[in-house]
């Protein structure tokens, strides 16, 4: 077990919770920007608070829906593969992608899973690299 983590239910609500963090702060800088410019002048402030209200939500919701599936994949695959090792990130990336494409049909969900897949082994294998130049 990772020693440096909370136990696997606690672990799900936590990811939950700084994934909607994550995705509701990234939102209301993306949505304020947008906002601002999408406005007309003399306008702009109202704007930019309206699309950061009605959108940062919106954004925050969908990378906690993220993280829940994310976080119980990898801790079922932590509970049956009894490891807690850098393919349960791997494949959890890819149940992840492939569940949350899965309205699209078997194919889309194919290639997402596969891109969610290779981005997490990119993660992954960037932090086991950077990991062992720190400690060199």
Not at 98 to 112: E, F, I, Q, T, Y
């Amino acid at each position: 077990m990772d020693q440096g983590r909370d136990p696997c239910p606690y672990r799900i609500l936590d990811d939950v919770g700084g994934a909607f963090a994550m995705g509701a702060g990234g939102g209301t800088i993306y949505h304020a920007v947008r906002g601002w410019r999408n406005s007309p002048r003399g306008e702009r402030m109202l704007g930019m608070t309206t699309a950061v209200k009605a959108r940062a939500p919106v954004l925050g919701g969908n990378f906690a829906v993220w993280g829940l599936l994310f976080s119980s994949f990898d801790c079922t695959l932590a509970a049956i593969r009894r490891k807690e090792d850098p393919w349960n990130s791997i494949l959890s990336g890819a149940a992840t992608g492939g569940v949350l494409s899965a309205r699209m049909g078997v194919r889309n969900m194919m290639k997402n899973a596969v891109v969610g897949g290779a981005l997490l082994a990119l993660i992954e294998g960037a932090s086991i690299l950077i990991t062992q130049k720190l400690t060199q």
